[in-house]
């Protein structure tokens, strides 16, 4: 029923930048949300939260490098990734869900997914 479309993905240099983006098809402000990504042949790994008051959460892999943050008047979620290393490619979803103290439960919608591939 909820539409979301992530977008920004690409080829980047290790060390690079990156920002998805992950639009919904209607009002995000009462949900918390995430960034997922899957490598080939690995499971699915949540990389980083954000709450319905914007506190954020990350995977300690990413700690430092990646900032997920959201834009409820265009119900658009982002995630900034910076200092990029080629262990970070992926292909990465966004998906609508509900903290419960500090346990991020997702939703049931998800989106195509975006590509990144960080190589030299």
């Known amino acids: 029923q909820v539409q979301l479309v992530e977008s920004g993905g690409g080829l980047v240099q290790p060390g690079g930048s990156l920002r998805l983006s992950c639009a919904a098809s209607?009002?995000?402000?009462?949900?918390?949300m995430g960034w997922y990504r899957q490598a080939p042949g690995k499971e699915r790994e949540l990389v980083a939260t954000?709450?319905?008051?914007?506190?954020?959460s990350y995977v300690d892999s990413v700690k430092g490098r990646f900032t997920i943050s959201r834009d409820n008047a265009k119900n658009t979620v982002y995630l900034q990734m910076n200092s990029l290393k080629p262990e970070d490619t992926a292909v990465y979803y966004c998906?609508?869900?509900?903290?419960?103290?500090?346990?991020?439960?997702?939703?049931?919608?998800w989106g195509q997914g975006t590509q990144v591939t960080v190589s030299s």
């Open positions: 998906n609508t869900g509900t903290l419960f103290g500090g346990s991020y439960r997702s939703g049931p919608y």
């Open positions: 209607g009002s995000i402000f009462s949900n918390a």
């Open positions: 954000i709450s319905r008051g914007s506190t954020t």
